[in-house]
C-alpha cells in the first residue's frame, strides 16, 4: 500500500465522521469508557472493532502474535491491570482465529529465532494436550484445534491474576474465550466451563487481599 494513500484515506474518513456527527471528534476526545478488553492476534486479517462491529472507545484492545497471555509479559499484565482496575472493563476476550500463522509456527521445529521465546508459550499449550492433539490425524483439524486450546489456555492465564480474581468477585467481570472463523467471518463463542477446567488449580493461584 502507498503511505500516501493512507493520509487519504484518513481525510475522507475523517469528512464522513463529520458529515455523520459534527462533534464526532470532540466527544472521541473526553475520554473512554469501554465494557470490553479484547485480547486477539496480531495477524493483519483480524480487526477487532470491525469484525466485532463496535465503533472507537466501545473496546479496548491487545494484540500479539497469536493472542498470548503470558505471566512474563509486562505489555499483556499491564493492558489487563489498566482495563480491570483503572477503565473498569466487564469482559476480558481472548480472540483466537482460523488459519493462525503462530500457531502454525509451534507446531514445526523450525528455527525462528527471536521468535523462539514467544513460540514456546504456544508449545506448552501442546504439551499440556498433547495425548489429543496427536490423536487428531487430520493436521488442518489438529491446528485448529490447537488454536481452541490455546485460547483456553490464554483465559485460564487471565484468569490467574490479581486484578482479574478480585474483580470476578467484587464487579462480576467474566472471562469469554472466542475463535473467529477466516473461512466464515463469523466469531464463535467457545463456552468454556472455566469453573470445571480449573477447579484442580483454582486453590493453586488464588490471590488473597
Known sequence: MNIKKVFENNKNWVAQQLQKDPEYFNNLSQGQSPEILYIGCSDSRVAAEELMGVRPGDIFVHRNIANMVPNTDLNSMSVINYAVVHLKVKHIIVCGHTNCGGIKAAMHHTDMGILNP???????????HRNELDAIENET?????????????QCIN??????????A???G???????????SGKLI???IDFEKITQDIV???RIRS
Open 118 to 128: 514467544w513460540l514456546r508459550n504456544i508449545r506448552d499449550v501442546y504439551r499440556l
Open 141 to 153: 483439524d489438529r491446528y485448529d484445534r490447537l488454536v481452541e486450546l490455546n485460547v483456553q489456555e
Open 173 to 183: 467481570l467474566t472471562v469469554h474465550g472466542w475463535i473467529f472463523d477466516l473461512q
Open 203 to 205: 486453590s493453586i493461584y
Open 189 to 191: 463463542d467457545l463456552n
Open 169 to 171: 468477585t467484587e464487579t
Open 158 to 167: 487471565v484468569i490467574k491474576t490479581a486484578e482479574v480474581q478480585k474483580a
